[in-house]
C-alpha cells in the first residue's frame, strides 16, 4: 500500500512541495466527490470563497487569489452564476470589470461546504497528530509569501 511507503521513507528526505501536493490533491479528490450534491467542484468551492471573503470583487482580482487564470475564473463564474449561486454586475467604476457577488443560494452553499470541508480536517488533523492553530498559522505565513513572490514574478 502506498501509506506504507511513505512510512518507510525518512520524512527529512521528502521534500515539502510533494508532501504539499499529496495533501492538496487528496483533498481535492475528496471535496470533488463530495461537493458532487451541489453541483459545484473544489475550484469552484475556492472561488466562492474568495467572492465571500473580497464580498463584490472583481474576476481579476479571484483570479490573482486562487492563483488561476482568468478564463478558468470566468467559466467558474458563468456556471456559478447559471446555477444560482453567484451574480455579475458591470462595475460602475470600470465598466470593462465585471463585479461578482454571492447570492443567498451561494452562501448557504458555501456554509454547507464549509462544514464538509472542516470535518475532512478533523478527521486528518487530529490533536494528537499535530496542533491545528499552530499549521494553519504557519501554512498562512507561507501562502502569503507565496502570493507575493507569484506576484513580483508577474511584474518581471
Not at 458563468?78 to 461578482?100: A, F, H, P, W
Amino acid at each position: 500500500m502506498v501509506n506504507e511507503e511513505y512510512n518507510m521513507v525518512d520524512s527529512s528526505k521528502l521534500p515539502i512541495g510533494i508532501l504539499i501536493s499529496i495533501i492538496s490533491r487528496g483533498q481535492t479528490f475528496f471535496l470533488n466527490h463530495s461537493l458532487n450534491e451541489f453541483g459545484i467542484n473544489y475550484s469552484q468551492l475556492h472561488v466562492l470563497y474568495e467572492i465571500a471573503h473580497q464580498n463584490k470583487v472583481n474576476q481579476e482580482k479571484i483570479a490573482r487569489r486562487c492563483n488561476i487564470n482568468k478564463g478558468a475564473v470566468a467559466r467558474s463564474i458563468r456556471k456559478l452564476e447559471d446555477d444560482g449561486l453567484v451574480i455579475r454586475k458591470i462595475d460602475d467604476e470600470n465598466r470593462r470589470q465585471n463585479i461578482v457577488s454571492l447570492t443567498q443560494k451561494g452562501e448557504d452553499t458555501l456554509t454547507k461546504s464549509i462544514c464538509i470541508l472542516k470535518k475532512w480536517e478533523n478527521e486528518v488533523f487530529t490533536e494528537e497528530l499535530i496542533n491545528k492553530d499552530e499549521l494553519r498559522k504557519d501554512l498562512k505565513e507561507i501562502a502569503i509569501r507565496i502570493i507575493e513572490i507569484n506576484e513580483r514574478e508577474i511584474k518581471k
